[in-house]
């Protein structure tokens, strides 16, 4: 009894201290949150400074813009800052380059192009930095005289010298993601006079990237300074319909302070070649976290940790091609958020304007019955704005590698994919309409080509000749097994590869698997989930079999699409040995012309061969909320989606709080 | 004792030397010695890559050495604290991102530590010392939810309660993500890369203010899972305690209960809980990754996550020794514990 009492008063005092901690830990955190303010996020900003920070490299983990003026003024309303919540972040802001999603994103806020499209047209192009052009008969000279009064965020004033500069500085990058990537084309002598000789990662330059390459590629005069400070010529090695609209992609051929870039440049210590402020085939480690345009908004400052970015609206924005002045929303602060719940409950609860949801949150926001019966947008919130679906310019596909390498990088013994019944077998295996109305929740329009819907040269009315049919799956499946020699007693296996995460490409594998498996004819398909890194690496070592993947258009055009699929030459139809000649000559063809229709038709007529091959599956072009999976508050106005910004992600200029 | 404890301490660190190396060689060799799909070249790859730009990547990063070679010229370059870059943080000094991520996973893991440990030994000793009565069942309840329910979800009802409905119901609200508040990036002194202790090292109230209302969310959510850890571990090892004859003995030399629990019993039982809290220590130093993406705590396991999605050997390489250097130093610590809390364990 004594011992008893004895431990009912050790318990007491260890209940005590608990409750004591509990009460002090509550009492704190309520101190605490009774003194951050309600809308509290980890990104409420107030700074007035700009310039006070450091690099990464450092340490630190944050960098600041070029603004010019020393501070920006503070005290702005809750209703000039808008707050926007994305999965991941920006890694570099060099406009020479195309990273990730992110950060060309946060690039076409900051820069612009010479061209460019307005609201919701992805086909007229607009002239912005540029402000008309002309073009010679032969389409291989291009002159545009620039608009006047135009400055960078660091002060220093837009001209012909600036153009030419930016152009030479992504040229020389020579990298697979820099604006080299669209100007250097397919043959001598480049798409840009003399590119095609310099560039070593699409060329036939040497990698030492040596002073007398970059001399040769600079007096080949392909970008050069006009008649007048404020004009600027392309010499064209070949004459290429799609020319100007490279131009208005947002991936590339952003135009950057030319004085700014030079500043803080030093020549390179390697022995690679160079223009004062460029150096060739290096990257530029100081402009990919510094920022110099003369877009609606500056970089006012990136955590490199978190890597969350506040843009200031600037101030002497010339207004764009319609004068409309400084953008309405003077802070924008984009937030990484990695959790999908957690961007779902703050766009709710109105922490955050504007949020990137995934598809698999759209419900969320959208009645999900009228949805799936009517297909029509209604909004279960009224504080929440649902825009759309929209096309998404992007088509996702059943790939076959037609030459299959082992690890080591010899050819593999299996060669299953050149058996045209296979293919088929394969095609008439997945039930399209099934994985668009239900894996994509509807989200989506069943593909029959490698053109989405809202492309300039798509066409609906071409035959796909395969269709969801397990009786004509089995009979393909049985010739290819005669053909390839696997039956019952000698089985092969097929790896099927889509990344982690990916439910609808989950769904595609474990659909034609099943299928094919359940037929016993001695082919097993294993479907395998792997990182986007992983498959991409995959696609590009050639040891992939069979595979779940996407393209998006990088134009409006989308030829390039057309291109990297139907040549064999460049991109996917190279990684997998794609081999029609027909279809690359048609595909040629197509790229070539000058006519829309003609265009539209020899498109037409190689996606017809391809499908007659089954040589691809085509399986579905997403439709999408907002600009890329985004839905907002309904305090947000202004928004119009633009499938040629598919890359390039949301205008926040556009924007207003009401 | 002093002599004997010194030389142990020094014999266990140069025995950790060699661990490392040994570490380090397998991790290597692992990373990049084998045949496979996704080779250390890959970071660095764009879907636009033919093969000859994919040797020029080789050539450039030494990946088309012999395995051992380039294992020395890892070597180093680490010894001179040259850890490469990681391409997919745009280029970025390895060391710099983990110099930068480091300190806030270690504030998050010290900080939730701290606070388990409060709680979870209470809890274990309340339930110890009442056995299958209400507290003990509510003890041990508390403790199985701990670390039954996935981080994630504990995570993600801490978010819903304290940012999403107490913002409904207009109530103040604890930040669902993120480390500190915006405005404070850039604009404030860096002095150990821990905000908190930056914060009060410099004197800056509001940095301290945001630091610590950000930190709340995440550090409940991982202190909750370890609090069951630890409850249980000194639970069963009280009760055990409990029935040896030498608490009898203290008990009927008329000690008073609280020296009998706090001087003798908890001596006795905090061992085990010493040993699994010193590894669940050096596994969350080690990152938490689950804590870090729900609540976009940019720590060092989300870096590791990111490193590890995108074939940066170099990270993953500093990333395994730092790991292997905590767990090395904590396990001595631990192992030093020891000898003070029981007399019978000699170092050798």
Redesign the interface.
């Known amino acids: 009894m004594y ?1 008893s009492k ?6 007491r ?3 005590t ?2 409750v004591i ?2 009460l002090v ?1 509550a009492a ?3 101190y ?5 303010k ?1 809308t ?8 007035s ?1 700009i310039t ?3 690099t ?9 813009s070029s603004q010019s003026s020393s501070s920006v003024t503070t005290g702005q309303s809750s209703s000039s800052k808008l707050v926007y919540e994305r999965a991941s972040g ?3 802001m060099d406009p020479a380059y195309w ?1 990730n999603a992110a950060s060309r994103e946060i690039e076409f806020n900051i820069y612009e192009n010479l061209l460019g499209y307005l609201g919701n047209d992805s086909k007229t192009l607009v002239p912005f930095l540029a402000q008309n052009y002309t073009s010679s008969t032969d389409d291989l000279t291009f002159t545009f005289n620039l608009r006047q009064g135009v400055t960078f965020s660091d002060g220093t004033p837009l001209n012909a010298s600036a153009v030419v500069f930016s152009f030479y500085r992504g040229i020389l990058a020579d ?3 820099s604006t080299a ?1 669209y100007f250097v084309g397919t043959r001598a002598p480049g798409l840009i006079n003399g590119t095609y000789a310099f560039s ?2 699409f060329g036939k330059g040497s ?1 030492n990237y040596t002073q007398a390459q970059v001399d040769a590629l600079i007096n080949s005069h392909g970008i050069v300074v006009g008649a007048n400070p404020y004009q600027v010529v392309f010499h064209l090695g070949y004459a290429d319909p799609l020319f100007v609209r490279y131009l208005a992609y947002e991936s590339c051929c952003s135009i950057v302070s030319q004085t700014f870039v030079t500043s803080h440049w030093t020549p390179p210590t390697n022995g690679h070649g160079y223009i004062t402020g460029a150096s060739a085939g290096m ?1 530029d ?1 100081y402009m ?2 510094h920022t110099a345009g003369t877009g609606p908004y500056f970089l006012k ?1 990136w ?6 970015v ?1 843009l200031n609206a600037n101030p002497t924005y010339w207004g764009g091609p319609n004068n409309t002045g400084p953008a309405h929303i003077q802070e924008v ?1 984009i ?5 999908n ?2 961007r779902v ?2 766009l ?4 955050s304007q504007i949020g990137d949801i995934s598809t698999s949150d759209y419900f969320s926001f959208l009645d999900k019955t009228t949805w799936l019966s009517s297909q029509k947008i209604v909004s279960t919130s009224p504080s929440t704005s649902v825009f759309g679906p929209y096309p998404s310019g992007v088509m996702w596909y059943v790939g076959m590698n037609f030459q299959i390498r082992n ?2 990088g010899s050819i593999a013994s299996f060669q299953p994919w050149q058996n045209k019944n296979l293919r088929f077998a394969m095609a008439d295996a997945l039930n399209l309409t099934d994985i668009v109305r239900n894996a994509a929740a509807g989200f989506g329009e069943v593909a029959d080509g490698p053109l989405p819907v809202g492309t300039v040269y798509y066409n609906s009315s071409i035959p796909t000749y395969y269709g969801y049919n397990l009786a004509q799956s089995k009979s393909n499946l049985t010739a290819a097994a005669s053909a390839l020699g696997f039956s019952a007693s000698n089985p092969k296996t097929i790896t099927f590869i889509y990344m982690t995460g990916d439910n609808i490409g989950q769904a595609v594998a474990t659909e034609i698997s099943t299928n094919i498996n359940n037929m016993n004819l001695g082919l097993t398909i294993n479907a395998v989930a792997q ?4 498959e ?6 050639g ?1 992939v079999s069979l595979f779940w993947l996407q393209f998006s258009a990088g134009t409006p055009a989308a030829i390039d699409m057309l291109i990297a699929f139907g040549t064999g030459t ?2 996917i139809g ?1 990684f997998i040995h794609y081999n029609n000649s027909a279809v690359k000559s048609l595909v040629l063809q197509a790229a070539s012309s000058t006519d829309p229709q003609m265009t539209t038709q020899l498109a037409s007529q190689a996606i017809s061969l391809m499908n007659q091959g089954a040589e691809y599956i085509w399986v579905y072009y997403p439709t999408t909320l907002g600009q890329s999976g985004q839905i907002f508050s309904s305090s947000v106005k202004g928004f119009q989606q633009n499938v040629a910004f598919t890359n390039a992600g949301l205008s926040f200029y556009q924007l207003s709080l009401g | 004792m002093r002599v004997n404890l010194f030389s142990y301490v020094l014999k266990r660190l140069l025995l950790l030397v060699f661990v490392l190396f040994g570490i380090s060689i397998i991790v290597f060799v692992l990373s990049r010695g084998f ?5 250390a070249w ?2 660095y ?6 093969p000859d ?2 040797e ?1 990547i080789k050539v450039q990063h030494g990946l088309n050495l012999p395995l051992y070679e380039q294992y020395f010229y890892w070597l180093k370059d680490a010894l001179t604290n040259n850890w490469g870059i990681s391409h ?6 390895t060391f ?2 983990f ?3 480091f300190p ?1 996973t270690v504030e998050l893991a010290v900080s939730a530590m701290i ?1 388990a440990i ?2 979870g030994i ?2 274990g ?2 339930s110890a ?2 056995p299958n009565k209400l ?1 003990d069942h509510a003890s041990r309840i508390a403790a199985l939810i701990g670390y039954s329910l996935p981080a ?1 979800w504990i ?2 009802l801490f ?2 309660l ?3 409905y ?3 119901w207009n ?17 404030v002194k ?1 002095i150990s ?1 821990i905000p908190i202790l930056d914060a009060v090292l410099t004197g800056n109230i509001p940095y301290f ?2 630091s ?3 930190l ?1 969310l995440p550090m409940l959510t991982l202190s909750f899972i370890l609090m069951g850890f630890l409850a249980r571990t000194v639970r069963s090892s009280m009760v055990d305690v409990l029935t040896q004859d030498y608490i009898l003995l203290a ?1 009927s030399k008329g000690l ?3 020296v ?2 706090y001087r003798h019993a908890l001596k006795n039982a905090i061992i085990p809980t010493l040993t699994i809290g010193g590894v669940l220590f050096g596994y969350i130093v080690g990152g938490t990754v689950v804590i870090e ?4 705590w ?1 720590g060092v396991g ?1 870096a590791a996550l990111q490193a590890a ?3 940066d050997t170099n990270f993953l390489m500093l990333y395994s020794i730092v790991a292997a250097v905590i767990v090395g130093i904590v396990s001595l610590v631990i192992d030093v514990a020891y000898s003070f809390l029981d007399p019978r364990i000699k170092l050798i």
């Open positions: 011992f004895k431990r009912q008063a050790i318990s005092v260890a209940i201290v608990i901690v509990i830990v704190g955190a309520a605490f949150a009774l003194s951050s309600p509290s996020t980890s990104s409420s900003t107030t700074s400074s006070s920070s450091v990464s490299s450092s340490g630190s983990s944050s960098v600041a920006p890694t570099s990273i990298s697979g993601t990537n070593h990662t990698a990257a480690p990919s976290n400052s955590d490199t940790a978190t890597g969350n506040v602060d937030n990484v958020v990695t959790s719940s957690a409950l703050d709710q609860s109105g922490t690890p080591d990182t986007a890194q992983q991409v690496g995959a696609v590009v070592a040891t460049t991109n190279a | 045949p496979t799909k996704y080779p890959l970071q790859v764009t879907a636009t890559a033919n730009q994919i020029t997919w943080a745009g280029d970025q000094s710099s991102i110099q930068t991520r806030l606070l409060i709680l209470p809890l000793i309340i010392t009442r507290p994630f995570g993600f978010q819903l304290f940012s999403y107490f913002k409904l109530l103040p609200t604890l930040p669902s993500s993120g480390y500190v508040d915006g405005h404070f990036i850039g604009n860096v890369g203010e945001s610590v209302t950000h709340i008990r008073t209960e609280r009998v629990i993406l729900v609540f976009s940019p989300w999605t995108n074939n």
